[in-house]
């Protein structure tokens, strides 16, 4: 257990519709990471977030957007879903940035149908 | 473009033997290089990290090269054990203002007894 929850652990919806996904770091972490990993794609970079504000950017859609709470859990909203938007996606907290270690969660499973 | 490429893309052996699984990148400037280990369907763990002036770095059984002049690193397997059946990710991390990783496909392990 590395000590990040991920919140649903599956999730089911239909194309066009719109869905949170909800991360808790480790106690003492001030940094948040997701992921999304697809078969075709492999493990992607999508944000991150240190302390509640935005700190990188890598492939996140348009239509995906994230924040981090002032009590550092994080959301990731889904919005006008598509089939390909079909992945694992994770959540990962580190103490800082850079190059310390980070702590991946359980992921939450989307499909789109 | 920044790119990771691992090699092999699979590989079987036998409990108990040793094994080397290759990562090379063009990914510049380079900022540090992490190995994960990832089991289906789970969130990856991290396994090293490491940076421009580090060029190898050890965990338990898991040992870690990096080359930065020829943009080379590998993972060595000592005495694998059934356990060890994964995939290993290779991810090289970009400086210069946002610290952006890249992730290369893995490599899939599979240890018979």
């Known amino acids: 257990d590395s000590g990040v929850t991920q919140t649903p652990k599956h999730l089911i919806t239909a194309t066009g519709q719109r869905v949170t996904l909800r991360c808790s770091p480790r106690?003492?972490?001030?940094?948040v990471y997701w992921y999304q990993q697809s078969l075709d794609q492999g493990l992607q970079f999508l944000i991150q977030y240190y302390n509640g504000e935005e700190r990188a950017k890598g492939n996140i859609l348009e239509r995906f957007s994230a924040q981090q709470f002032p009590d550092l859990h994080s959301e990731l909203n889904l919005s006008s879903l598509e089939l390909g938007d079909s992945a694992l996606y994770f959540c990962?907290?580190?103490?800082?940035?850079?190059?310390?270690?980070?702590?991946f969660g359980p992921g939450t499973r989307l499909t789109v149908t | 473009k920044n790119q990771v490429e691992q090699s092999p893309q699979s590989l079987i052996i036998l409990e108990g033997k040793n094994c080397t699984l290759q990562c090379n990148y063009t990914v510049s400037p380079f900022s540090n290089l992490r190995w994960y280990k990832q089991d289906t369907g789970r969130g990856p763990v991290s396994l090293t990290i490491?940076?421009?002036?580090?060029n190898t770095k050890s965990n338990g059984r898991y040992t870690a090269t990096l080359d930065a002049d020829t943009k080379q690193s590998s993972l060595h397997i000592t005495a694998s054990q059934l356990s060890d059946s994964a995939s290993y990710i290779c991810v090289v991390t970009a400086s210069g203002g946002s610290y952006i990783p890249t992730f290369g496909r893995g490599t899939s392990l599979i240890v018979h007894p």
């Open positions: 490491m940076t421009f002036s580090e």
């Open positions: 990962a907290s580190s103490v800082g940035v850079i190059t310390y270690e980070q702590y």
């Open positions: 106690s003492g972490d001030l940094s």
